[in-house]
Nanobody, 122 residues
Framework: QVQLVESGGGSVQAGGSLRLSCHVS????????MAWFRQAPGKEREFVAA????????TYTDSVKGRFTISRDNTKNMVYLQMNGLNPVDTAVYYC???????????????WGQGTQVTVSS
């Protein structure tokens, strides 16, 4: 059974940076595209960024383009989300997931991890 463990969240002031990490175990990591999603209080979970199995293609939701960067290391079963220029609207619990294409609107499948809380204060 595939397990996903997110880490790296925290509390930062507006304009700050965080790097989220997600470790995947129990499956063939390099076979699948991966994505980050987030869920703010009272809102539905939304897509943030996705990366192809090779890392050669990435997509982002419009609100994070130019600020967030998704990457992966298939030798370590890790996917990352570098977040710069954070603002309060980025406050949410962030989750990683295995996904199916299309990368522009990836479809998550399998289990979710516990997520990692990101809080941005003004």
């Amino acid at each position: 059974q595939v397990q996903l463990v997110e880490s790296g969240g925290g509390s930062v002031q507006a304009g700050g940076s965080l790097r989220l990490s997600c470790h995947v175990s129990g499956g063939t990591f390099k076979n699948y595209a991966m994505a980050w999603f987030r869920q703010a209080p009272g809102k539905e979970r939304e897509f943030v960024a996705a990366i192809s199995w090779s890392g050669g293609m990435t997509t982002y939701t419009d609100s994070v383009k130019g600020r967030f960067t998704i990457s992966r290391d298939n030798t370590k079963n890790m996917v990352y989300l570098q977040m710069n220029g954070l603002n309060p609207v980025d406050t949410a619990v962030y989750y990683c997931a295995q996904v199916r294409p299309p990368l522009g609107q990836p479809i998550p499948f399998g289990s979710w991890g516990q997520g990692t809380q990101v809080t941005v204060s003004s």
